[in-house]
C-alpha cells in the first residue's frame, strides 16, 4: 500500500489500545455481565446466554437461505434479464450506452415500485359498481381539465382516484404494485442464475462487493480479488484477499510465522485454512465465514460474515461447526479516503457483486464441477461474461496459490 497508510496504521493502534480490545481489524466487543455473580456462575450464564444467541444466528441465516431473501442475488437476476434483453436486441450500443440504460431501467422499476405506493387506491363506491380502469391519458386529460377549486373536494387528494384503482380480476394480488411490476418481481425469470455461482460488473463500491485487480497489477495484489468490508467516503475503506490460501492449516501458519493468536482459538482452530489479506497489521488474524451473525461479528453482505471467533470457537466445541468451514486472514487491505475510488478510477480494480459461495471459497463452500477450484480471479471474471470472461481466458493459468511475502 502506499505510504500514507502509516497514517492508517497509527491512528488504528492508537484507538485500539485506548479501547483495550484486541489489535486487529475487525475486533470483537466484549461481553459484558450486569449481574454481579460469581466467576463459575458468570461463565456459566455466559456461556448459555451465548450458545442460544449462536444458534439464533445460525437459523436466522439459514431462514434468509431458504426464503430466498437474498437482495443481492435478486438484482443478480435483474442485470442477467437485461444483459439478455441487450444481446438479442440491439448489439451495436456502446459498453457505456448500456450501462446507463441498465442502471436507469433498475432505477426507474424501483423508483416506480416507491412511488406506487402513494399512487393506488380505491373508491368502495366504484368497487360496488364495478367501473373498470381507465387509461393514464384519460386520467391525465381529466385532471387537466378540472378547475382549481376541484382538489378541495377531496376526490384526488393522496392519489386515491376513481381511476387509480386495481381491476377486480388482476392477476396481481399486491396492491403497492402494478402488473408489470409484479411480473417482475413474482413471474419466473426467463433468464435463471446458478445460486452457487453468479457475478456482474457494479459501477460503485459498497460493503460486500469484490474487487479483481485489473490483469495489468502487480505485486502482491496481481490477480487478487478483495472483499471491502468497510466502505466510506469520509473515513476510508478496508477489505481482505480472499483467494491467496497459505499451504498449511492455521497450527501451522500461526507458529511459523509471527502473530499474537490465542492459544484456545489455534488448538480449537487447528485444521482451519489461512489466507494472505494484505500488506496492513499482517500479524493479525481475521475470521471470515458463513455461519451466521455471532456475537461480535459483522455481516457484510447476505451469507457472508467476518469476526466472532469466540463464539465460533464455541460452535466448534459444540460440534456445530467444522474448523475447516472458517477461513482465518492474516493481515487485511486499506485505503485512505478517497484512495479507493482514485484508484478504480484509473482501471486498478474492476468492481463486481458475486455469490455468497463464491466469496467463502476457501472458507467452506462447496465446489462444484463447474467451478475453476484453484483460480477465484479468473472463475469470478468469467461468471461476469462479456469482456470480463476474455480477461479471465487470456490472463489465467497462475492459480491461487501463490509464494507470498
Known sequence: MPTNISTYLTASALVLLASGTPATAFAPQPAKIAKKTSHHQKRSITYLHESKDNDRARMEKSWEHMMGTDWREFRAKLVAREQSDMVGGSKNSSAKQSSSKKEEKIGNFISGAISSIFSKGESSKEKERGDTTVSPTVVKEDLKNSSPSDIFDGVDVGGATKFSKIELNSPCDDPFMDEEECHIVYDEPQVQIDSHRWAHPLYHVEPGCI??????????????????????????STGMVINRPFPGNLIKIASDTESNIDLSLKMAFSKAPVSYGGPVMQDQFSTLHGFGEVMGSKKVCPGVFVGGSSQLMQEVRRNHLHPTEVLFVKGHA???????????????????????????????APVSKDDNASDLWADVLSCMGEKYEDIATTHSGRGDERMLP
Open 211 to 236: 474487487l479483481l485487480a485489473n490483469e495489468k497489477l502487480g505485486g502482491v495484489f496481481h490477480q487478487t480479488v478483495v472483499l471491502i468490508i468497510d466502505h466510506d467516503e469520509n473515513n476510508g
Open 334 to 364: 486499506a485505503w485512505v479516503p478517497g484512495q479507493l475510488t482514485r484508484e478504480i478510477e484509473k482501471g486498478v480494480w474492476y468492481i463486481a457483486a458475486a455469490s455468497a459461495d463464491l466469496i467463502l471459497r476457501y472458507a467452506g
